[in-house]
Structure formats: C-alpha cells, structure tokens
C-alpha cells in the first residue's frame, strides 16, 4: 500500500524559512515523479512544485520561483521543498503526491495527480 507521510510545516514569522519533506513507501519511487501543492481556506489546491522522476527536470509556479526548490533523495524515499522568504499568503496546507513517470508541468490536474497524495502539512505565515 502507497502511503506518502509530509513534515516539516509549522509556524513562521514572515521573511522566514521552513523545509517540507515528504517519505514515501509501498512504491518504486524512482519511477515517481512528485509534486509539492498547497491549498487555502476557501481557495483551489494549486501546485507549488513539482520534480521528474529523474530528478533532471522541475518546475515552478511562478508566485514561488526563486523562493523555493524542490529536491529529492531516492535513497531516503524523500523529496524536500526548501521554502525562504515566506509570506503571508504561502499559508496553506502543502502536500506531496507521486505520479508514475514523467511530467511536464506542476498545474494541478486532479485527473493526472489522482493516485497518491499525503495527508498535507500545515504551513503559517504570520506577518
């Protein structure tokens, strides 16, 4: 059974920074590319960030370009969202999913990203 497990969320001053990680088991993660998104109070989940399988390519939506980056280790099962410079409306509670093979962007497709996601992390900014 594919179980996704995030951490790493919390509560942070503005201009802060928190890194999210995200352990995967039950897959063969190598052949997983990964996602990092996030959902507001009253607002559509939308992605953040979002890594191939390979791990040669990622994206980025563009109100978080330059303040985050997305790794991964296949030896730990992990992928990593380091945040800096956080703001008050990166509030949300940001969650991990795994798609089998490549990808091409990081826009929420509930059809594409369907399988396998986490249970979220809460992320606070306070300003």
């Known amino acids: 059974q594919v179980h996704l497990a995030e951490s790493g969320g919390g509560l942070v001053q503005s201009g802060g920074s928190l890194r999210l990680s995200c352990t995967a088991s039950?897959?063969?993660?190598?052949?997983?590319?990964l996602g990092w998104f996030r959902q507001a109070p009253g607002k559509e989940r939308e992605g953040v960030s979002c890594?191939?399988?390979?791990?040669?390519?990622?994206f980025y939506t563009d109100s978080m370009k330059g303040r985050v980056t997305i790794s991964r280790d296949n030896g730990k099962n992990t992928v990593y969202l380091q945040m800096n410079s956080l703001k008050p409306e990166d509030t949300a509670i940001y969650y991990c999913?795994?798609?089998?093979?490549?990808?091409?962007?990081?826009?929420?497709?509930?059809?594409?990203?369907?399988?396998?996601w986490g249970q979220g992390t809460q992320v606070t900014v306070s300003s």
């Open positions: 999913a795994a798609v089998e093979g490549s990808i091409s962007g990081c826009e929420y497709d509930p059809l594409f990203w369907s399988d396998k």
């Open positions: 039950g897959l063969r993660f190598d052949d997983y590319s």
């Open positions: 890594i191939s399988w390979s791990g040669r390519n990622t």
